[in-house]
């Protein structure tokens, strides 16, 4: 069984939504989402769990994908992120969206002040 499967395994195991096995799981919805939408590989942390949730081995459900060869800081990062209460992920990725927004702004700003500062574009009429 492949990871592109594990919607199939969820609904095999009574979940019959993304929410009921996060929350079994202890993560976000979207995790479980991209996941099963192969967009995410989850740590092996986090595919333990959720194989238990759906009475599979996480080798059955997610080999090879596991990030069981990551290197070793990203695996540090996976596993305090898997640790990290919903609520405080959820508020670390509001945070990361407003900078990331605050950012885009900041390039949009400064790309118009250089179009500003810069020689005026010519109107077409010569002038």
């Given at each position: 069984m492949g990871i592109t499967s594990l919607r199939d395994a969820r609904r095999k195991a009574g979940f019959k939504t993304?929410?009921?096995?996060?929350?079994?799981?202890r993560c976000a919805t979207g995790t479980i989402g991209t996941i099963e939408r192969g967009r995410f590989t989850p740590s092996e942390q986090l595919a333990k769990r959720i194989a238990a949730a759906v009475k599979m081995s996480p080798e059955e459900l997610?080999?090879?994908?596991?990030r069981s060869n990551r290197d070793p800081i990203r695996q540090e990062i996976d596993g305090l992120l898997d640790?990290?209460?919903r609520n405080r992920l959820v508020r670390l990725y509001a945070d990361l969206v407003e900078i990331?927004?605050?950012l885009r702004r900041g390039e949009i700003a400064k790309r118009e002040?250089?179009?500003?500062?810069?020689?005026?574009l010519p109107r077409g009429d010569g002038t």
């Open positions: 993304q929410s009921a096995l996060a929350k079994k799981c997610f080999q090879p994908s596991i640790r990290l209460p990331d927004e605050e002040s250089e179009v500003r500062s810069g020689d005026p």
